[in-house]
């Protein structure tokens, strides 16, 4: 998933568009990452059973709910 999907579904499950800001490449940043579960499924069983989608909608709303919470 592309940071900008990533943005756009929590965007959607906030209701609200995120502000954006580009920004040129800081140094050490990677333009490119691959994530690679194999090594995880073949030695901790690890089998995700949540989509994204579904991750996202269910932190959002956790999120939502102790919002006020965590910032105290």
Not at 6 to 13: D, G, T
């Amino acid at each position: 998933i592309t940071l900008r999907d990533l943005i756009a579904l929590i965007e959607k499950n906030l209701g609200r568009d995120a502000v954006i800001r580009n920004m040129p490449d800081q140094p050490g940043d990677v333009p490119v990452t691959f994530a690679d579960i194999t090594r995880a499924r073949e030695l901790l069983g690890y089998d995700p059973k949540v989509k994204i989608e579904e991750g996202i909608s269910r932190f959002v709303e956790w999120y939502l709910e102790n919002k006020t919470e965590l910032v105290s």
